[in-house]
Structures are given as C-alpha cells and as structure tokens.
C-alpha cells in the first residue's frame, strides 16, 4: 500500500491557464489531441489536393472556372498545367505520410494511451514531448509555406514526388518549374518533421521501458503498446538517416556540394561549370539519395502501419468478447516486422542501376516480410473464430483494416520480386498497391481508433448510425478506387504522368480512370460526415462511462475523460494480460486487468492469465 | 450487420478478382524473349495472390457470418491461441513466399547476372529532359567519342559527339529506337540531366538511366513493329510528354537502315514509323 500513499502525495494538480492548458500543454493527452488535431487539418489538405489529381486525369483539358480564380498561375484558364499537377503529387503524398500518417496513429494516439495503457501519469519527458509536438507544428507550417512561396506562380510546391529523387531534386531551379524555393523548403520542412520525430521516439521508448505500474510484465502489455513502441524504435534508427541525407540535399543546393550530382551533366542547355546559377559539380551519386531515402522510406512504411495493427488487434479482442489468439506470435510478428523492415529498402530499386546481386538479396528478404504479416492476419482470423462478435462502430473499421490489410499487402508478392518489379514498377500497380495497405489500411486502423477511444476521450460516444453509414460507404469506395489501379498498372499505366492522352496503349483505360475519379470524389466527401461526427459528438453525443465498451485494459478504469494524471493520484496494480475475455466461471465475460487473482488463480490456477510472469 | 458485412466482404473480392479476367485489362502482348518466362511467374505468383486473397477474405466473412453476437449468456470461446497453428502456418506461408522469391530469380538472372551476347546490336541511349536520344554506331561498329561540353543544340548535336573523332563519321542519332529482331541488343543508358526510365511495356522491360553511370543491359525483341516507348522515372514538368517509338525490324531491313549516311537515315526512320502500325489493344 506504500506505493499507493507515495503517489497519492504526489497527485498532479491540473495547470490553470489557458496557454499552459491547451496551448504548451505538458500533458501527453493534450498533446495527443494536439496531434491528432494537425492530422485532421492536414489530411484535409491532402485529399483535397487528391481530387484535384482526379479531376486533373479523367477530364483532361477541362475547364474549371473556379480553378482559374483559385490558381491563376497553376490553372490558367481552368486547366490544371502539367506542373501544377506535379507539385500536388508531391504535396500530397508529402502531407499525407508524413504529416498524417506518421502523426496521428504515433504522435496521437500513441501518446495519449500508452502512458494510460501501462498505467503511468504521464510520458518520462512531458517538456520533450511538448516539443515534439510544436516542432512538428513548425515543419507542418513550413511545408504549408512551400504552398505559397514555391519559386514559382504555376506550382504550389516543389515537382519531385514524396521521394524527392536527386539530381532533379538537387539541381535548383535550372532543372526546371518545382525546382526553386519550394524544394528548399521541403527539404527543411521533412529535416524539421525529423527531428520532431525522433525527439517523440526517445520519449516513447523510454516512457514504456520505465514507467509501467505494478504487475504491468511486457508481456501484459495490450498490442497497441508493443506496436507503438516497435514504431519508435523503427522511428528512431531510421529518421536520422533521412534528416541526415535531407542536409547534404540542401549543401548540394544552397551550398555548391556534389554529393547527389555527378560531373558533366547538361541541364536546360547549360553545361555545369559554365555558369554561376549552375556550378560545376564532379562525383556525386544519384543513387545514394535513394539508399538513405529509403533506408528510411521502407519503415516508415511500418511506422505507418504499425500502430493500425495493435488497435487493429485490440478492438478486435474487444469486439470480439474473446483474448487475442497467439498474442506471444503477435509480439514476436510485430518485432519480426520491425526487423526485416530495415533490410529491405532494396526493393525500391531494384531497376535504379544498383547491383543485380543485391536485388537479389532484398527480393528474398522484402517476401520473408510477408511471413510475419501472414501470421499476423492468421491470428486475426484466429481472434474472431469461435467469437461473440458486437458489431460496433470501431469493430467495422478493424473488420476493414483485417480485410483491406490483406488486400494492399498481398501484391507485394509481386512488387518484391526482382522479374516482375520490371513490368509493374513505377506503374498504378505500385500505386494501388501501397495506397491499399500503407495508406487505406492505416487509416481505417486511425478510423477504428477514433470510433473506439472518442468515449475515453470526451466522455461521450460518437454518433453510432452516421458512423455506420462513413464505414460502409468508405469501405466500399475504396476497394472501388484502388483495385482497379493494379489493373490499371498491368497494362502498364506510369505513375506521375499529369495526362494519359499522349499514349495510345494507355486510352483503353480511360473508363476505368473515369470510374475511380467519380468514386474517389464521393467517398472523400463522405469523410466530412466524419468531421461532422466528431464535432458534433463533443458536445451532443450520448454519455459514455468510464467503461463503455466493457472493455479491460487500463485506461478502461478511470474516468472519461482521464483526469490531469490519469488515475487520479492512484496508480493500479495489474494482475493478469491484457485480453481476458470470455474466462470460463468469471461473473462476467471481461476480467480487467486490475482485477486481482482469485483464490484458485493463486493456488496455481489454469493459466487463465497466460503472460504473468 | 454481421451478415450483410460479410456479403460486401464477398461481393467486393469477387468484383476485384474479376477484374483481373478482363482481357483487355491484362498485361499488353509480350514482343521479347525473356517475356515468355516472366509472363509464366507473373501468372503464377498473381494466381497464389489471388488464391491468398479469395481465402482470406471468404474467412473474413464466414468468421463475420459465423461469429455474431448471440442473446443472454452464451460466451466467446476461450483460448490464447495454438503454437502448433502457428508453427503450421508460419512454416507454410514462408515456404511458399520465399519460394516464389527463389523462382522469380531466373528471368532477372538470365537478363542481369550475364553480360550481353558477343554480336549483339548496340545502342547508346542518352536521355535529357523530355528527349530521347538514340545513337548508333554505323556501319563501322564503333561509337565516336561524346563529351558532354560539345554538345551543342542549335546543331543539334544532342549528346555531344565529337565530328572529328573518325569513329564518329558514320554515326547517326535520332530520338527513335530502331532495333533489329530476334537478336541481342544491348543498350548502354546514360542520362545528360535528371533520372530517366526506359519503359516499353511489351518488352517487360525497364531500366532507371541514371546521369553519371552508364548502365549495360540487353534484351531480345522477338516480334517486328513500331512500340510507343515511356519515360517512367519522374523527371520534370513534361514527364509523361516524354514519349518516343521503339522500331523492331527484321534483320535485312534493318542492316540496310544503319548502312545509311545520317541525312537519309533520318527519311527512313520517317518512313519506317509510317509502315509499321502501333499494336491494336
């Protein structure tokens, strides 16, 4: 009972002020919501400029007179110009992986449960996280400010893809519209996000490592715990690889280094060397960019599927009224995952000029990562046989992720083999094929999460029949609109092109390219009634209690919303692992984890809490 | 709602796996001879695909179906899981992945691990901004000197090639691919600029150009005709404008249009595009 008075004595009084409340927060759940809050702002922002895209491909040369008032420059005459278009690529795909889907599951949700999950007040170093966050803010800014002062009047940021290949992307404005200001402060922007990101991963490494209450074994830990924490390690050892090759980008352009760009090149007429706007550059390697690209590239692939996949597990348990099934061979996956996950970069290049031999290595490697994934969804389906199935809200959308998870992951069968990347890379293919796993799935893992947690959170449910109808409708939009991308890349359709009407092996898709712009538009407008929800379910929504889903994990026993330290001064104690549902004599089908042992579990028991060590 | 999930479940795999029987929608007539092989992995490994895919979703839904809900006190089943499943499935899934793995290995030796045939017909592609750049060596076999810092545009001079270099006499360069059918060629792919792809889709073929390397690769067209040829690596504001035609002739044809001085050879090529249709689709 000693631990008990001795945090009791230390019982953290809520700040008063509004700035130190809301703004500078110190509280890990406020910045969460902080977080989650830039995310909704910033998705917003990248599906719209999706739509753009779409409109972009399936009306080529159409005339949008509100595109006309809105970019002048971009749209003269209402017609989206090639590099306009390119510049929305790259914003959009900038915006959406790092600044949603590496914010909101990690920086969000990761925040504001794993300290409430293993049972402490706050992460190790409430300033650090405080900083993290408002650094993030920052590189979110200066990437908006890339919008507005690209470099140039028809681009609204640089032209070179989220993967910013150098030299185009080294070389400064000579290599054409895109290459000015904006890339410049992209690159600032993503070394920003870096450094935001790492200073996130040490806390939450430590935070999980140190400050788990009482009885709270690694082994008892929910999933989402493990997930959030393989994340920060994958966050840890792979952004400084990015922040560093983000700097010698920027000394290539601002500075005159040669680092990327090779000697004797040739740019819109002008030798290197020859001219002050183009100085003479020698050795670089092109290639070299793509290794320290994606040697962070492919995890933070995993970085943004992660955490979808331990709320993924845990609200299928939950939904389910039954434990996770194999939740030791989950543990190990999600390691497995985190593992592999750094020796597979490769697979992006194999066609880039680099040695056939190691192409070889990465293919077999990137298709053993799909072992753990397999087992993964084994254990999935695992879970749900022999369940009890509610079917909430958030269990539709985990039930999704189960489903759409395996539909984007699946292709990667063909993408990590060495042959067939030959006709599928830089196809639709590829497109599909990680929007589906990378980008869909993760987010109807954040979707799942949201639905679930908003009672936590705000003490009120969201709103259960408009919830219902954003599911169902996003869930059939987006198989509509990516399945038929792969076929779109097996014909051979490349990625990045503004217009498909200079190719006459592409015009045969055009219906397709049609469909999936009319889809893509209805299912992003559907999101608003998500946005709607949220907000309206602030205030309005039904009354939710400390427990409502009759759920078992930690923050499931205190208040909804949490007070300023969680537990209200008394930390628990955990008994038993973290799905125990279903127990066979319990008096009721969930067994929290604080609830204490029984006199027969003591007596040696039947394994009824299988991860107490 | 358990039940109409999992018939959107069903219903939603069907439609995708049907699209893939959609022949038109299907990877375009293959024109060289790796691609027969590739052609063969790549339908099977999308069949496992397919099969994985149909499976996990049909158990998707029939746990769906199954698994609702029940009124009063009927429980979930209780268990923690099976390590023999595990150990089944981790075993069976790693087999069949890595082997597929294993087995796509071959076309990408055959195309990679082995330098180009002794005869093979050579081109050195140079690509810039938005242009493709062929350059043949003539009747003598023999590439003439390039340097970047005389290339010159006003004349032309695309890829820098030294006029006073003798090797270079009987070079000619033209932005379309004329290679000759059923023999080796090797392309020699440099970039004057940014990173350029060489894309034919029948070829099955792609290779990055990178500024800086010169890349060897080698391939064998096995079917005569006029190609539409791609950049896919994105390379700047007129990307997807960066487009040309990949002639495969047969080989007497094609003997007679290298043998050409370079004014002439220009007509022909014209002439050649003219007689030879794109692929219907």
């Given at each position: 009972?000693?631990?008990?008075?001795?945090?009791?004595?230390?019982?953290?009084?809520?700040?008063?002020?509004?700035?130190?409340?809301?703004?500078?927060?110190?509280?890990?759940?406020?910045?969460g919501?902080q977080?989650?809050?830039?995310?909704?702002?910033?998705?917003?922002?990248?599906?719209?400029?999706?739509?753009?895209?779409?409109?972009?491909?399936?009306?080529?040369?159409?005339?949008?007179?509100?595109?006309?008032?809105?970019?002048?420059?971009?749209?003269?005459?209402?017609?989206?110009?090639?590099?306009?278009?390119?510049?929305?690529?790259?914003?959009?795909?900038?915006?959406?992986?790092?600044?949603?889907?590496?914010?909101?599951?990690?920086?969000?949700?990761?925040?504001?449960?794993?300290?409430?999950?293993i049972?402490?007040?706050?992460?190790?170093?409430?300033?650090?996280n405080m900083l993290?966050?408002?650094?993030?803010?920052?590189g979110?800014?200066?990437?908006?400010?890339?919008i507005?002062?690209?470099?140039?009047?028809?681009?609204?940021?640089?032209?070179?893809?989220w993967?910013?290949?150098?030299?185009l992307?080294?070389?400064?404005?000579?290599?054409?519209?895109?290459?000015g200001?904006?890339?410049?402060?992209?690159?600032?922007?993503?070394?920003i996000?870096?450094?935001?990101?790492?200073?996130?991963?040490?806390?939450?490494?430590?935070?999980?490592?140190?400050?788990?209450?009482?009885?709270?074994?690694?082994?008892?830990m929910?999933?989402?715990?493990?997930?959030?924490?393989?994340?920060?390690?994958?966050?840890?050892?792979?952004?400084?690889?990015?922040?560093?090759?983000?700097?010698?980008?920027?000394?290539?352009?601002?500075?005159?280094?040669?680092?990327?760009?090779?000697?004797?090149?040739?740019?819109?007429?002008?030798?290197s060397?020859?001219?002050?706007?183009?100085?003479?550059?020698?050795?670089?390697?092109?290639?070299?960019?793509?290794?320290?690209?994606?040697?962070?590239?492919?995890?933070?692939v995993?970085?943004?599927?992660?955490?979808?996949?331990?709320?993924?597990?845990?609200?299928?348990?939950?939904?389910?009224?039954?434990p996770?099934?194999?939740?030791?061979?989950?543990?190990?996956?999600?390691?497995?995952?985190?593992?592999?996950?750094?020796?597979?970069?490769?697979?992006?290049?194999?066609?880039?000029?680099?040695?056939?031999?190691?192409?070889?290595?990465?293919s077999?490697?990137?298709?053993?990562?799909?072992?753990?994934?397999?087992?993964?969804?084994?254990?999935?389906?695992?879970?749900?046989?022999?369940?009890?199935?509610?079917?909430?809200t958030?269990?539709?959308?985990?039930?999704?992720?189960?489903?759409?998870?395996?539909?984007?992951?699946?292709?990667g069968?063909?993408?990590?083999q060495?042959?067939?990347?030959?006709?599928?890379?830089?196809?639709?293919?590829v497109?599909?094929?990680?929007?589906?796993?990378m980008?869909?799935?993760?987010?109807?893992?954040?979707?799942?999460?949201?639905?679930?947690?908003?009672?936590?959170?705000?003490?009120?449910?969201?709103?259960?029949?408009?919830g219902?109808?954003?599911?169902?409708?996003?869930?059939?939009?987006?198989?509509?609109?990516?399945?038929?991308?792969?076929?779109?890349?097996?014909?051979?359709?490349?990625?990045?092109?503004?217009?498909?009407?200079?190719?006459?092996?592409?015009?045969?898709?055009?219906?397709?390219v049609?469909?999936?712009?009319i889809?893509?538009?209805?299912?992003?407008?559907?999101?608003?009634?998500?946005?709607?929800?949220?907000?309206?379910?602030?205030?309005?929504?039904?009354?939710?209690?400390p427990?409502?889903?009759?759920?078992?994990?930690?923050?499931?026993?205190?208040?909804?919303?949490?007070?300023?330290?969680?537990?209200?001064?008394?930390?628990?104690?955990?008994?038993?692992?973290?799905?125990?549902?279903?127990?066979?004599?319990?008096?009721?089908?969930?067994?929290?984890?604080?609830?204490?042992?029984?006199e027969?579990?003591?007596?040696?028991?039947?394994?009824?809490?299988?991860?107490?060590? | 709602?358990?039940?109409?999930?999992?018939?959107?479940?069903?219903?939603?795999?069907?439609?995708?796996?049907?699209?893939?029987?959609?022949?038109?929608?299907?990877?375009?007539?293959?024109?060289?001879?790796?691609a027969a092989?590739?052609?063969?992995?790549?339908?099977?490994?999308?069949?496992?695909?397919?099969?994985?895919f149909?499976?996990?979703?049909?158990?998707?839904?029939?746990?769906?179906?199954?698994?609702?809900?029940?009124?009063?006190?009927?429980?979930?089943?209780?268990?923690h899981?099976?390590?023999?499943?595990?150990?089944?499935w981790?075993?069976?899934?790693?087999?069949?992945?890595?082997?597929?793995?294993?087995?796509?290995?071959?076309?990408?030796?055959?195309?990679?691990?082995?330098?180009?045939?002794?005869?093979?017909f050579?081109?050195?592609?140079?690509?810039?901004?938005?242009?493709?750049?062929?350059?043949?060596?003539?009747?003598?076999?023999?590439?003439?000197?390039?340097?970047?810092?005389?290339?010159?545009d006003?004349?032309?001079?695309?890829?820098?090639?030294?006029?006073?270099?003798?090797?270079?006499?009987?070079?000619?360069?033209?932005?379309?691919?004329?290679?000759?059918?059923?023999?080796?060629?090797?392309?020699?792919?440099?970039?004057?600029?940014?990173?350029?792809?060489?894309?034919?889709?029948?070829?099955?073929?792609?290779?990055?150009?990178?500024?800086?390397?010169?890349?060897?690769?080698?391939?064998?067209?096995?079917?005569?005709?006029?190609?539409e040829?791609?950049?896919?690596?994105?390379?700047?504001?007129?990307?997807?404008?960066?487009?040309?035609?990949?002639?495969?002739?047969?080989?007497?044809?094609?003997?007679?249009?290298?043998?050409?001085?370079?004014?002439?050879?220009?007509?022909?090529?014209?002439?050649?595009?003219?007689?030879?249709?794109?692929?219907?689709?």
């Amino acid at each position: 009972m000693s631990v008990e008075t001795h945090e009791a004595v230390h019982r953290h009084e809520p700040p008063t002020s509004f700035i130190r409340k809301y703004i500078f927060s110190l509280d890990h759940k406020v910045i969460g919501i902080q977080y989650i809050i830039l995310a909704l702002v910033a998705v917003v922002v990248g599906m719209t400029m999706s739509v753009l895209m779409r409109m972009n491909l399936s009306w080529p040369g159409t005339n949008w007179p509100i595109l006309a008032t809105l970019f002048p420059g971009g749209a003269p005459g209402g017609v989206i110009n090639p590099e306009f278009y390119l510049s929305l690529v790259t914003m959009h795909g900038t915006i959406m992986v790092f600044f949603v889907l590496t914010t909101a599951p990690q920086g969000g949700f990761g925040n504001y449960f794993l300290p409430i999950q293993i049972g402490a007040e706050d992460m190790a170093f409430p300033v650090l996280n405080m900083l993290s966050f408002w650094v993030t803010f920052v590189g979110f800014i200066v990437i908006l400010a890339a919008i507005f002062f690209s470099g140039s009047a028809s681009t609204i940021g640089p032209i070179g893809g989220w993967t910013g290949y150098a030299p185009l992307s080294a070389l400064g404005q000579i290599a054409g519209p895109g290459q000015g200001m904006g890339m410049n402060l992209w690159i600032i922007s993503i070394a920003i996000f870096c450094v935001g990101s790492l200073l996130g991963a040490l806390n939450f490494i430590t935070t999980l490592l140190n400050m788990r209450t009482r009885g709270m074994s690694l082994m008892r830990m929910p999933l989402t715990c493990w997930a959030w924490f393989t994340t920060a390690v994958l966050a840890l050892l792979s952004f400084p690889v990015l922040l560093g090759g983000g700097i010698l980008l920027l000394l290539d352009r601002l500075a005159g280094t040669s680092f990327f760009i090779p000697g004797g090149l040739y740019v819109s007429g002008i030798l290197s060397g020859t001219t002050p706007s183009f100085p003479v550059h020698t050795g670089g390697s092109p290639i070299l960019w793509q290794h320290l690209f994606w040697f962070f590239g492919h995890p933070e692939v995993y970085i943004a599927i992660l955490p979808g996949m331990g709320a993924t597990s845990h609200i299928l348990s939950t939904f389910a009224r039954k434990p996770v099934f194999g939740y030791r061979a989950m543990v190990f996956a999600i390691f497995a995952i985190g593992l592999l996950g750094f020796f597979v970069w490769g697979h992006h290049m194999f066609i880039s000029g680099m040695s056939p031999y190691s192409a070889m290595t990465f293919s077999i490697l990137t298709l053993s990562i799909g072992v753990p994934s397999a087992v993964k969804t084994f254990n999935w389906l695992g879970t749900l046989w022999g369940a009890r199935i509610r079917f909430t809200t958030p269990m539709l959308f985990a039930i999704g992720f189960v489903s759409l998870f395996v539909a984007g992951g699946i292709t990667g069968l063909v993408l990590g083999q060495t042959s067939l990347d030959l006709p599928m890379h830089d196809t639709y293919f590829v497109l599909a094929h990680f929007h589906l796993v990378m980008g869909v799935a993760s987010i109807f893992g954040m979707f799942a999460a949201t639905y679930f947690w908003f009672p936590k959170m705000f003490g009120r449910f969201m709103n259960d029949a408009l919830g219902k109808i954003h599911f169902w409708i996003t869930f059939v939009g987006v198989y509509c609109i990516f399945v038929p991308m792969h076929v779109m890349g097996l014909v051979g359709m490349p990625r990045r092109y503004s217009q498909f009407t200079e190719y006459t092996f592409l015009t045969r898709l055009h219906p397709l390219v049609v469909f999936v712009s009319i889809v893509a538009i209805i299912t992003v407008l559907t999101q608003f009634l998500f946005y709607f929800n949220l907000i309206w379910s602030i205030f309005k929504g039904k009354k939710a209690g400390p427990n409502p889903w009759e759920a078992t994990t930690l923050e499931w026993t205190t208040a909804s919303p949490p007070p300023h330290d969680n537990f209200a001064g008394v930390l628990p104690v955990v008994y038993r692992g973290p799905y125990e549902f279903a127990v066979p004599g319990a008096p009721n089908d969930f067994v929290m984890q604080t609830e204490p042992e029984t006199e027969t579990e003591r007596a040696g028991g039947n394994g009824h809490n299988g991860h107490r060590h | 709602m358990g039940r109409a999930l999992a018939v959107i479940i069903w219903i939603l795999t069907l439609g995708s796996v049907s699209l893939f029987f959609v022949k038109q929608w299907w990877l375009p007539g293959a024109i060289s001879s790796h691609a027969a092989a590739l052609d063969r992995q790549f339908l099977i490994t999308i069949i496992v695909v397919g099969i994985s895919f149909t499976a996990a979703q049909v158990g998707l839904g029939y746990m769906v179906w199954k698994y609702r809900e029940r009124p009063a006190n009927d429980r979930a089943v209780y268990t923690h899981g099976s390590n023999r499943l595990e150990v089944i499935w981790t075993i069976v899934t790693a087999v069949i992945f890595i082997g597929l793995a294993v087995m796509g290995q071959s076309v990408w030796a055959s195309l990679h691990f082995n330098k180009a045939p002794v005869g093979s017909f050579q081109v050195e592609v140079v690509a810039q901004q938005f242009q493709w750049n062929f350059h043949y060596s003539g009747k003598d076999g023999v590439f003439g000197r390039t340097d970047p810092s005389l290339i010159d545009d006003s004349a032309l001079n695309f890829i820098g090639l030294d006029e006073t270099d003798p090797n270079a006499k009987d070079d000619q360069t033209h932005s379309v691919i004329a290679i000759p059918v059923n023999r080796p060629v090797e392309l020699i792919l440099r970039s004057k600029d940014v990173i350029h792809n060489f894309w034919v889709p029948q070829l099955r073929f792609k290779q990055d150009l990178v500024p800086g390397m010169a890349i060897r690769v080698h391939f064998t067209a096995n079917q005569t005709g006029k190609y539409e040829l791609a950049c896919a690596e994105l390379c700047g504001q007129l990307h997807f404008k960066m487009k040309s035609y990949m002639l495969v002739l047969p080989e007497a044809e094609h003997q007679a249009l290298m043998a050409l001085p370079q004014d002439q050879f220009q007509s022909r090529i014209t002439e050649l595009l003219a007689k030879y249709p794109l692929p219907t689709y």
